[in-house]
């Protein structure tokens, strides 16, 4: 079970740190995504926090958002910095069991997910 929280409501420049609680399974055998939704839009791609603690994201967020995890917490972040208004969105986190070598996750593999939190951002 995946568990987001600490979206809401933010002026452009400001920050949020969004968290991912996953219960169940074996919490450092999982690649984490999170993905995220604006209405009219397909579900895209934020960032991967693969098992080694490795990060990618994608271009539009390089440089702004930061992704880590803490196996003791069972824990997954994303620190969101100089966010924009084109951030607004619904975000999801997601999981996959993978291997050690595996880092890939897609919003439609065979993932958990979490119930998505809200992210509001005002220009």
């Known amino acids: 079970q995946l568990q987001a929280s600490g979206g809401g409501l933010v002026q452009a420049g400001g920050s949020l740190r969004l968290s991912c609680a996953i219960s169940?399974?074996?919490?450092?055998?999982?690649?984490v995504g999170w993905f995220r939704q604006a209405p009219g839009k397909e579900r895209e791609p934020v960032a991967t926090?693969?098992?080694?603690?490795?990060?990618d994201y994608t271009d539009s967020v390089k440089g702004r958002f930061t992704g880590s995890r803490d196996n003791a917490k069972k824990t997954v972040y994303l620190q969101m910095n100089s966010l924009k208004p084109e951030d607004t969105a619904l975000y999801f986190c997601?999981?996959?069991?993978?291997?050690?070598?595996?880092?890939?996750?897609?919003?439609?593999?065979?993932?958990?997910w979490g119930q998505g939190t809200q992210v509001t951002v005002s220009s």
């Open positions: 997601a999981a996959r069991n993978t291997i050690q070598s595996d880092c890939s996750i897609t919003a439609t593999g065979n993932n958990y």
């Open positions: 169940g399974g074996t919490f450092s055998r999982y690649t």
């Open positions: 926090i693969c098992r080694s603690g490795y990060t």
